[in-house]
Structure formats: structure tokens, C-alpha cells
């Protein structure tokens, strides 16, 4: 079991650029979430995908956000013309859900900066 | 809607000493509730949980919590802290309102540990 893994670990971009971030869950996760984490905060919960269905949104997740998991197995997430607003740890969760609840694993976190 | 509150931004503690990490929660039917440690610039790893049944649960690196319904409460100890404990805590909530199930978090507490 390698865990989660997310790329790259640091991104710095200039305002206004598109980023794309990926995720890898652990091999047999079904459940991929997304949850951004700004200083001194907890993380907050953006989207969260079953298999390849995006079955939830939070309302953090603007028109400039778009996830995707093609064939249920890794995952991206991509913020078009970015802001200094959106600088921020991006971090990846997986989990395998069975019965009524699941336990969420952390990928490392992708820390963007935007300029 | 569901809220977790983690009443110390900061705590110290020497090395040696017993440590209690504050977490209350407000959920409006049975929550799932989890703890996790973040190191600098790192993802989130998982110490312990609780879904159901006894309600003080056991975690890796000799934690433990236990939860308290009358209290709203998921409070995490240590009877002896390392230097190696240094490091942010996050207590969390799930399943979230309306079947999403992202989890919701605390703004943790930074543990500093005194030699």
C-alpha cells in the first residue's frame, strides 16, 4: 500500500495562469476527495468523487474549479485564471466506503502560490 | 449545520508530561468523529477514530480519546508526550449534512513541546 500521492508538491504561478493538480488514491479506494487548507486553518471540504461520479460540491467550489476522475482511478483538479485568493495546501483524500461510514487517508498536499 | 470547535490554538507541554487535546462538536445525529496530526508543510495523518460502540477508542503512537455524547465532546490524551508529538492537531466530523461526505475540522491546535 504506496498511499495517497498527489503532484506536484509545489506549484507557484502568476495570477491569472490555469493550474491542473493530480491525485493518485491507494489502489482499491473507491471514494476521492478534495479539500483545500489556507494558514492556520483546517482543511475545508471542496468535492468529493464515487468512482468516476462527482457526487458532491461544496459551495467553495467556484465556477473556476473543475474536478475529474476518469475511469475512477486518479483524479485532477484544475483552477482556470487563477487568483491570489486561491493560495492555498490542496489536499487529496481516499477512502474505501463499506456500510455507513469511511475512514479518509491524506495524500501529502500540493501548496500552491499565486503571485 | 455541524461545527467543530478546538478551544486551544496553542498548548505546551514539556516532554514527559501527560497532554489533553480539547475538541466539541456540534452534530445533529450520531457523528463520526476522527483526530488527525499534521507535520510542517505535510498531509494529514490519521490517529484514531470513532464510529460506534466503546467510546474511548485507541490510536497509533500511544494516543487516545474518548467521546462524551452529554458533552459534545471528543477530547485526545497522552499520558507521556515525545519532542516527536510537536506537530498541529485536527480533530473532524463526518458524515457531513445532506449525505456529503466530506468531513469537517477544527482550526486545530499546535502542540509545542518544552524539553
Known amino acids: 500500500d504506496t498511499g495517497v500521492s498527489q503532484d506536484p508538491r509545489h506549484k507557484i504561478t502568476k495570477r491569472g495562469q490555469n493550474v491542473t493538480f493530480r491525485c493518485d488514491p491507494i489502489?482499491?479506494?473507491?471514494?476521492l476527495y478534495w479539500y483545500r487548507q489556507t494558514l492556520g486553518q483546517g482543511p475545508e471540504f471542496l468535492t468529493y468523487f464515487q468512482n468516476e461520479a462527482q457526487l458532491e460540491k461544496s459551495r467553495l467550489l467556484s465556477d473556476r474549479f473543475s474536478a475529474e476522475r476518469p475511469k475512477g482511478s486518479f483524479s485532477t483538479l484544475e483552477i482556470q485564471r487563477t487568483e491570489q485568493g486561491d493560495s492555498a495546501m490542496y489536499l487529496c483524500?481516499?477512502?474505501?466506503?463499506?456500510?455507513?461510514?469511511?475512514?479518509?487517508?491524506f495524500g501529502p498536499g500540493t501548496r500552491l502560490t499565486v503571485l | 449545520a455541524q461545527s467543530v470547535t478546538q478551544p486551544d490554538i496553542h498548548i505546551t507541554v514539556s516532554e514527559g508530561a501527560s497532554l489533553e487535546l480539547r475538541c466539541n462538536y456540534s452534530?445533529?445525529?450520531?457523528?463520526?468523529l476522527f483526530w488527525y496530526v499534521q507535520s510542517p508543510g505535510q498531509g494529514l495523518q490519521l490517529l484514531l477514530k470513532?464510529?460506534?460502540?466503546?467510546?474511548l477508542v485507541q490510536g497509533i503512537k500511544g494516543f487516545e480519546a474518548e467521546f462524551k455524547r452529554s458533552q459534545s465532546s471528543f477530547n485526545l490524551r497522552k499520558p507521556s508526550v515525545h519532542w516527536s508529538d510537536a506537530a498541529e492537531y485536527f480533530c473532524?466530523?463526518?458524515?457531513?449534512?445532506?449525505?456529503?461526505?466530506?468531513?469537517?475540522f477544527g482550526k486545530g491546535t499546535h502542540l509545542i513541546i518544552q524539553p
Open positions: 452534530y445533529g445525529a450520531t457523528p463520526y
Open positions: 489502489s482499491e479506494h473507491n471514494r
Open positions: 470513532y464510529f460506534s460502540g466503546d467510546t
Open positions: 473532524a466530523v463526518g458524515p457531513g449534512r445532506g449525505g456529503a461526505d466530506g468531513l469537517t
Open positions: 483524500a481516499s477512502s474505501f466506503r463499506s456500510g455507513i461510514a469511511d475512514t479518509q487517508y
